[in-house]
């Protein structure tokens, strides 16, 4: 039996004995944020916000007083504040700025609705944050009752390049590749495609590696952003003329996504299948490995509570945010304990990267709250509301979803942008498909499920919101839309909601 099937072995045992008895979501919460302070109570920022204060405030009678001492005394921070006031001298060289040392690592990030590139630091703490989730995530499978066989075939993982660029003080590269390049000495054996072409910068060339070497690998899970990896399947199957993938790798049995919602990639994912394979979704950011789904038949994924994240959560209203998407000065902000299932709040982290009441524009959704499950509805500046119609990301996977199953088509990208419309407003929507559709027959039915899914969409079809515009488009388009901006591969997708700069970029590109 090799190392991973020992590794299963043991997780399978270890999940048969009684359960210990474990701290509420609260404690633990309290626990991690605690940690976090006395972690970096020496640091300037500790210094400034007077952490060593706060510390002292875990001992009051009240148990959640550290909680709104906290609030009271650390300010909500944007990407935009936190690098200018704090993290812009970590990329000089600084020592003990957010978090104790020097910080070595910075991922890259330009999230989807902003062109301009974001600095996350990333400390060593949290590199083994998520390497220990990721084991986590991964022993969960014994859950799943796969045969053991299957733990020692190969798990491909589709990320940025592992070759990170070097500065005068630190690296900077894709937060895959940073942790792929740390991979355990243990996982190089299962992992794909390998150190040397997971260092390749170039996504074309990577591709075409990997479509080269892909009948030497006996591939038994999957792991990467849907778009991409549908992307290779489609030309692995091309390149060696088969039916499906599985006509290569036969052993191919799970697959662990993330980073965009999956329903709309089934319908068309599963046409390169032979048979059912398991999905499990995970929620890896740039700035921390927030949830994963931890076992079949889950509502939705585990918060991770307990490892160097402590999370507070803002409803998502206009009580708490701008128009725009933007967060108020002084947003109402809950911890775990007062959350409720159904309402979608904005997330704020505290991390063990030097991350403090960070916004990281993500909207959550709790669905099972016992067991801290949530789901991702969207993201706070992905929705529209030009005239009170609440249109979130969320309602716009849904749509897609039924239109693909009723009209019997695969839709592999869309985007939608709020524009002006005959002194109202109207909705511009760009649906990326490959299947012949009527795009008249395509905007009524779309209209038709928005407002089955959401009343103010309803209503306000009925007034303000004048006209829905469909726009067809070759979907390789979207991709190479975002090749053209250098976004192309490892964690980059396709913004799903196009603001003015966006949508303007978008309608040059296509009509070149």
């Excluded at 290779?232 to 499906?244: A, G, K, S, V, W």
């Excluded at 994912?269 to 890896?284: H, N």
Aim: aromatic fraction near 14%.
């Amino acid at each position: 039996m090799d190392l991973l099937e020992k590794l299963f072995a043991r997780a399978l045992k270890l999940s048969t004995l009684p359960n210990k008895k474990k701290l509420s979501h609260f404690n633990q919460q309290r626990k991690v944020l605690k940690k976090l302070l006395k972690k970096s109570v020496h640091t300037q920022f500790g210094k400034h916000y007077n952490f060593s204060e706060i510390i002292t405030q875990f001992g009051s009678k009240d148990k959640k007083y550290f909680y709104s001492y906290y609030k009271r005394r650390v300010p909500v921070f944007s990407y935009n504040k936190l690098y200018t006031e704090w993290w812009h001298r970590l990329k000089e060289g600084e020592a003990d700025v957010t978090w104790p040392g020097k910080i070595k690592y910075f991922a890259l990030s330009s999230g989807t609705s902003d062109a301009s590139t974001k600095y996350i630091p990333i400390t060593n703490q949290f590199i083994k944050a998520n390497k220990k989730i990721g084991i986590r995530q991964l022993l969960s499978l014994v859950q799943y009752k796969l045969p053991k066989e299957l733990f020692g075939k190969g798990i491909l993982m589709l990320g940025g390049s592992t070759h990170l660029h070097k500065t005068e003080m630190y690296y900077e590269g894709d937060l895959s590749g940073i942790q792929a390049s740390k991979i355990p000495f243990w996982f190089q054996y299962f992992y794909k495609p390998g150190s040397k072409i997971a260092r390749n910068r170039d996504w074309e060339s990577k591709l075409n590696e990997i479509v080269e070497s892909a009948p030497k690998w006996d591939i038994g899970f999957i792991v990467g952003v849907p778009a991409w990896l549908q992307i290779l399947i489609e030309r692995i199957i091309e390149r060696y003329q088969l039916e499906t993938i599985h006509d290569m790798w036969p052993n191919l049995s799970v697959f662990v996504h993330g980073g965009v919602a999956f329903e709309p990639y089934r319908k068309g994912f599963e046409k390169l299948l032979a048979r059912p394979i398991i999905y499990i979704e995970t929620y890896l950011a740039s700035e921390g490995f927030i949830a994963y789904q931890a076992g079949p038949g889950k509502k939705g994924m585990k918060l991770v509570l307990n490892n160097g994240i402590f999370f507070e959560f803002v409803p998502f209203n206009e009580q708490n945010f701008t128009s725009s998407g933007d967060l108020v000065v002084n947003p109402k902000t809950l911890m775990i304990d007062d959350v409720e299932e159904g309402v979608d709040y904005a997330l704020l982290l505290s991390t063990c990267a030097g991350t403090w009441r960070y916004i990281i524009g993500d909207v959550i959704r709790f669905v099972d709250k016992a067991n801290a499950e949530i789901v991702i509805t969207g993201r706070t500046k992905h929705y529209i509301s030009l005239c009170g119609e609440h249109l979130s990301v969320d309602n716009m996977n849904q749509a897609i979803k039924l239109i693909s199953e009723e009209l019997n088509i695969t839709i592999k990208e869309f985007a939608v942008a709020g524009i002006p419309y005959e002194s109202l407003f109207a909705h511009q929507w760009y649906i990326g498909t490959d299947d012949e559709v009527d795009p008249v027959v395509l905007s009524n039915l779309l209209d038709e499920k928005l407002k089955l899914l959401n009343d103010d969409y309803r209503v306000e079809r009925t007034t303000a919101l004048k006209e829905i515009l469909v726009t067809i488009l070759p979907a390789n388009l979207f991709y190479d839309w975002l090749r053209f901006r250098g976004k192309e591969g490892g964690q980059n997708k396709f913004p799903r909601v196009l603001n003015t700069k966006l949508h303007k970029d978008w309608k040059v590109f296509i009509e070149q």
